[in-house]
């Protein structure tokens, strides 16, 4: 296999590599990624098929792509999307076309575009995984390529180069060293930032902000948890946790008084909800993080007093401002019996209606006109929308023309809470009495102890709360069918495992996908708050045991380091030199020449020793020549080349002790034919 | 041990791989410092880890990657020579992938794709050096481009060493040494056959001695193998004149007729001593005494080796007096 041939096939594994996040993306339309995903598949069956397209062919092919491009929405719906389209698109085309090295390189990075697209844009935790598996086949591929660029056979060897365990702990030594980058990564936002522009959505529209408060859509993003100090148990009271109100009707939606808000009176540390509540006697303190705070503080019912590290306002529907976002925001509230939010008396605004809506009053006194009572009315209006409308996401909402109220209430009949909400509002001020929508969270998912809740943007929610008078003030309804609110879930047997499953779901979000400033000044608080823990519990004995230790440990780690690296040879003794089971041979081979008349002095080498025990046993020269070879590699070798054998050396003594005992022989025949002579 | 130590002769170049691996980062990073991207943030602190990793890996390789050369004994200009070369990576935790190494003129000489940890190869490099005398081995150059080549870092190998290169050998022995000394191919003759001359002593049998050697009758008697030793006719030693007096040391002419005498007496010393001939030398004022045996030739063929052109002011050979002459070369011929 040609070298080309073989980098086709890879860059078509590497195409399809990069667009597996692709299906579950939503930025960019399907035939896009599966156009690409064709060409990588062909690339992989057919790598040796090399299209050659005239010019021609290959401009009209570009302006096939450029119209393509502009039928998918152009730049209509942003510019992320077309730029997604046309990268594709290109790519699709630019690997196909690949016949040498460097239409290879270029088209790795268009690869390396499509990938860093696929990664950017997924928010799922998988994406983990996905992205240090890339890591691993980045490296790989990466160490592949420059050794086919040296001309080295990568495949020949048994096995592919290189060693995935060489990849795989390069990646983990990368990730060791990436962590600290990415947490000193500047999070400070930029004049440039995409997405400043982003666009009101509040109002009747699928894709809802509930006044940018909450996120009513399918995200299973952590909007907040909350816990009680003391540790003890949720209440499911506690879960319906209120922003504030909304009065104004405009343009079709409900928005926030901006006027009309005093600071909070803080005493003894807390800012206090209610001027006529000054005590915490008899409260529960929760404690919440807020991780995408938008505006408003989310209140369970009840609370009295709040602390928070930030200036907050009070409006006059109850909802807590604070000043400055910090993500993600912790404060405390302290709850006394379930009661409605402090609150000023309903005034003009809390009666206002849209324009042309006769049919829409004629609906209201139909269904609760002929009642008495602000309670009665609100009840009945409640029970006909939970009876008489489907709750639905999918609303399909025609804002620009249409009155959303009129037109959820006469014409579809389905919506989403914000809808119901609306239409209740609506409905009661027609009959006159004083009502407004509400947006905060309400349910969400309680620990296996059930001392933890932790509320996702999925859990926004829009209610409603109405005059009664001045003995029961505002009070809430909810017009929203049971299928459409919130509800609490507990856990249970198996649940345990979805609940830890969603905690490192939680952990995804908060320490990589929603890290940012605030977790950064966090850090440094943390670190600053340890050092100073630690300097502040420094004393003389602390500093004498804590110094001794680390000595402990740094003789420890030098001996360690110092046998990690001689290994496991045995110690070197005498001259420093090894004394291996060869060369004790030769020193019995030494000593075996005295009482024979050989002279070993004490500077005498081996070779000087195996010399003479050759000139006296002859017989034994051979074994005595690879005795003196394997000793002259013990002591002067390096070490690492040719390992002696102890057998073979036994085998050459005793080679060498039938030599001598031969000469024995011999002498002792000589010495008895000269006594016969 | 200092930078300059471990790696003599450092270069590091940035590739067209690692430049756009930088032009890339710094995209990304424009990037994820707009959009605030994690993911993006993630991607460009793992390019800069994988960076960072990367450079320490290569750097390492370099460090640890020891190489030994191991040339032969004899070296004659002209001739190839194969030097064995050891590549050793004494690191404990980094593989060396994709070294190359590369000769003085830049060519590559080998290029080896994995010494794993502690681990040796060998390879054979075949050399030609044109030029007898002292000549620079390298300097050459070990490179280390990956694991992820943004980088090409090298350092250099055998800068200063030197070896001695003998004079080109010629494809024939001038006819006048084979002449001379006599007896010459009578005693090759006798050398095959391996059972005439003198019988010098009678000895015990030693692994590699010739079966035709044992002497029977005392093999018998004594009840172990006894081998006779016998002493050729010795053929009678010569002495080679070199003079390298010229009147114009600088004239490329002479140079290249005084080489080719060096090498016809090389030629001449080195065949004599195959057949085990004494021959001695006589390089300007300097005797060398005859040698006989082929492991003493470097006593002959160094100083030939090392032998330069005089001006005619130099002294003159030496007088041998009587001696068995059997040539005299010089630059202006025989």
């Known amino acids: 296999m040609t070298d080309i041939v073989a980098e086709r096939r890879q860059l078509g594994w590497l195409v399809l590599w990069a667009l597996v996040p692709m299906p579950f993306l939503y930025i960019v339309l399907p035939p896009f990624w599966m156009a690409t995903g064709i060409a990588g598949i062909f690339l992989v069956l057919r790598p040796d098929k090399i299209p050659r397209p005239s010019k021609t062919l290959l401009n009209l092919v570009a302006v096939g792509i450029v119209v393509v491009v502009a039928m998918a929405g152009g730049l209509n719906i942003g510019p992320l999307r077309p730029l997604g389209h046309l990268l594709l698109l290109l790519t699709a085309v630019q690997v196909l076309l690949v016949h040498d090295r460097r239409s290879f390189l270029r088209s790795l990075a268009l690869v390396a575009m499509v990938w860093v697209v696929s990664v950017a844009s997924s928010t799922h935790m998988m994406v983990a995984l996905y992205f240090l598996v890339s890591a691993v086949v980045g490296w790989w591929v990466g160490i592949r390529l420059h050794l086919m660029s040296l001309g080295i056979a990568v495949d020949d060897a048994g096995s592919a180069l290189p060693r995935p365990l060489h990849v795989i702990a390069a990646v983990a030594a990368a990730l060791l060293i990436a962590t600290p980058f990415f947490l000193v990564m500047p999070r400070l936002g930029s004049p440039w930032i995409a997405g400043s522009s982003f666009s009101r959505t509040t109002g009747f529209s699928p894709s809802v902000d509930l006044g940018k408060l909450g996120r009513l859509t399918e995200s299973q993003e952590v909007a907040l948890t909350m816990r009680a100090s003391d540790g003890s148990e949720i209440r499911q009271d506690w879960s319906r946790l209120r922003g504030t109100a909304f009065d104004q009707v405009m343009a079709g939606s409900f928005l926030p008084r901006r006027a009309d808000m005093a600071p909070l009176q803080e005493l003894r540390g807390v800012a206090w909800l209610s001027p006529d509540v000054r005590t915490l006697d008899g409260t529960v303190e929760i404690e919440i993080d807020l991780f995408n705070p938008r505006r408003y503080l989310m209140l369970p019912p009840g609370a009295v007093a709040v602390q928070a590290d930030t200036q907050m306002a009070l409006d006059v529907y109850g909802g807590v401002l604070f000043g400055y976002r910090r993500e993600p925001l912790s404060y405390r509230v302290w709850l006394g019996e379930p009661r409605p939010p402090y609150s000023a008396e309903p005034g003009p605004r809390d009666t206002l209606l849209p324009r042309d809506q006769e049919a829409v009053r004629e609906l209201a006194q139909s269904v609760a006109g002929r009642l008495e009572t602000n309670e009665a009315q609100a009840l009945t209006v409640e029970r006909f929308l939970q009876d008489n409308y489907t709750y639905s996401l999918n609303s399909g909402v025609r804002i620009h023309n249409t009155d959303p109220v009129a037109w959820f209430l006469l014409e579809s009949g389905e919506g989403h809470c914000e809808f119901f909400a609306g239409a209740m509002v609506v409905m009661l001020r027609h009959l006159g009495v004083p009502a407004r929508m509400v947006a905060g969270y309400a349910g969400g998912d309680l620990s296996p102890d059930g001392d933890n809740l932790v509320v996702r943007e999925a859990n926004a929610h829009a209610w409603v709360e109405v005059w009664l008078g001045a003995d029961q003030g505002w009070v809430s309804f909810d017009p929203t069918p049971a299928v459409g609110v919130p509800g609490l879930g507990g856990v249970n047997g198996l649940e345990r495992v979805r609940w830890a499953w969603q905690q490192i779901e939680l952990f995804w979000d908060r320490k990589l996908l929603t890290f940012g400033f605030g977790d950064q000044i966090d850090l440094i608080d943390d670190l600053i708050e340890a050092f100073h823990r630690a300097s502040r519990s420094i004393d003389r004995k602390s500093i004498l045991v804590g110094g001794a230790a680390t000595l402990l440990v740094v003789i420890l780690l030098v001996v360690l380091s110092r046998l990690w690296r001689r290994g496991l040879r045995p110690w070197r003794v005498g001259s420093g030199r090894t004394r291996g089971p060869a060369s004790r041979a030769v020193n019995r081979l030494a000593r075996a020449l005295v009482p024979v008349g050989g002279v070993v002095p004490p500077w005498a080498t081996v070779r000087v020793i195996g010399r003479q025990a050759e000139s006296f046993w002859p017989q034994s020269a051979s074994a005595v020549g690879e005795l003196v070879d394997r000793a002259e590699d013990e002591l002067y070798g390096d070490g690492g080349d040719r390992d002696v054998d102890p057998a073979e050396i036994r085998r050459l003594w005793k080679t060498i002790r039938s030599g001598m005992k031969h000469r024995e022989l011999t002498v002792g025949e000589s010495q008895q034919a000269t006594v016969d002579s | ?334």
């Open chain 2, 1 to 334: 041990m200092s930078f300059a130590d471990a790696f003599p002769g450092f270069k590091l170049r940035l590739t067209r791989w690692g430049a756009a691996y930088i032009a890339g980062c710094v995209v990304l990073g424009f990037a994820a410092v707009n959009t605030g991207n994690n993911a993006l943030m993630s991607m460009l602190a793992m390019a800069l880890g994988s960076y960072i990793v990367s450079g320490t890996w290569s750097r390492q390789v370099l460090a640890s990657v020891e190489v030994a050369v191991s040339l032969p004994a004899e070296i004659f200009a002209g001739r190839s020579t194969f030097a064995e070369i050891r590549l050793s990576n004494r690191s404990r935790f980094f593989p060396a992938y994709g070294l190359v190494l590369r000769g003085p003129d830049g060519a590559v000489l080998f290029t080896e794709k994995l010494v794993g940890t502690g681990e040796t190869c060998r390879r054979s490099v075949e050399l030609v050096f044109d030029r007898r005398g002292w000549t620079p081995v390298g300097p050459w150059r070990l490179e280390v481009l990956l694991p992820l080549g943004f980088f090409l870092k090298s350092k250099e190998l055998l800068p200063e060493q030197r070896i001695l290169v003998l004079p080109r050998l010629l494809s024939a022995e001038p006819a006048i040494t084979l002449e001379g000394g006599g007896g010459a191919r009578s005693m090759e003759l006798l050398a095959d056959r391996g059972r005439e001359g003198e019988v010098s002593q009678l000895r015990d049998y030693r692994d590699g001695d010739d079966h035709r050697q044992l002497h029977w009758k005392q093999t018998a008697r004594q009840q172990r193998p006894i081998v006779v030793d016998r002493q050729h006719a010795a053929e009678g030693p010569i002495y080679l004149v070199l003079d390298p007096r010229v009147p114009d040391p600088e004239d490329s002419r002479t140079q290249a007729r005084f080489e080719h005498s060096v090498s016809e007496v090389a030629t001449a010393v080195v065949g004599r001593l195959g057949r085990e001939a004494p021959v001695g030398l006589v390089i300007g004022p300097v005797v060398i005494p005859p040698v006989r045996s082929g492991r003493q030739a470097g006593r002959l063929l160094r100083p030939l080796a090392e032998v330069e052109l005089k001006s005619m002011a130099a002294d003159g050979p030496a007088d041998l007096g009587r001696g068995p002459v059997a040539m005299i070369v010089g630059a202006s011929g025989r």
